[in-house]
T-cell receptor, first 113, second 111 residues
């Protein structure tokens, strides 16, 4: 089944404790991206990647890192999480980029205390 | 900076009525516009993708129109069903493979 998977689905952590949210797709997509969704602010793009080893900032990259060492994986790294990063995070992928149909993962709900 | 607005934020209709959802964007220099559906606790599902050169796209009971010059798109859902209850989001792609999303319209279809 074609899908985008994220792990973990739920995470509660404390300020400053490094964490990684994994994202994997099995559709051989070139393009992958990360979003956060907050009430009243909607979905905002954090980072995106056009291909392996190619990443670029979205609208809200501060406090986040990403890497794209393999085509199928695009982990989101929070080196020192803070409470303002409490949010619902989505990973998405598509064949070529923003012009293609986007496939979203199920989301990761992160709470930073 | 591109801004995408969806009004109303919430909509409730009786089953069988047609749904009309609006999306407006401030910068008409877009490559495409997509409509998504989001169910509670789940990710987004792409419904329709309209390229900037197109005026509309149709899929089953769904029809989306695009008027780039006026910065508007409309999603029509014919003969609504309770299963259509969800939040509907639109997103535009401008330069650089970046998508900008609207805040969504939460739809409730009452049986």
């Amino acid at each position: 089944e074609a899908q985008v998977t994220q792990n973990p689905r739920y995470l509660i952590t404390v300020t400053g404790k490094k964490l990684t949210v994994t994202c994997s797709q099995n559709m051989n997509h070139e393009y992958m991206s990360w979003y956060r969704q907050d009430p009243g602010l909607g979905l905002r793009q954090i980072y995106y990647s056009m291909n392996v080893e190619v990443t670029d900032k979205g609208d809200v990259p501060e406090g986040y890192k990403v890497s794209r060492k393999e085509k199928r994986n695009f982990p989101l790294i929070l080196e020192s999480p803070s409470p303002n990063q409490t949010s619902l995070y989505f990973c998405a992928s598509s064949f070529w980029g923003g012009s293609d149909e986007q496939y979203f993962g199920p989301g990761t709900r992160l709470t930073v205390t | 900076k591109q801004e995408v607005t969806q009004i109303p934020a919430a909509l409730s209709v009786p089953e069988g009525e047609n749904l009309v959802l609006n999306c407006s964007f401030t910068d008409s220099a877009i490559y495409n516009l997509q409509w998504f559906r989001q169910d509670p606790g789940k990710g987004l599902t792409s419904l329709l993708l309209i390229q900037s050169s197109q005026r509309e796209q149709t899929s089953g009971r769904l029809n989306a129109s695009l008027d780039k010059s006026s910065g508007r798109s409309t999603l029509y859902i014919a003969a609504s069903q309770p299963g259509d209850s969800a939040t509907y989001l639109c997103a535009v792609e401008a330069a650089g493979n970046k998508l900008t999303f609207g805040g969504g319209t939460r739809v409730l279809v009452k049986p």
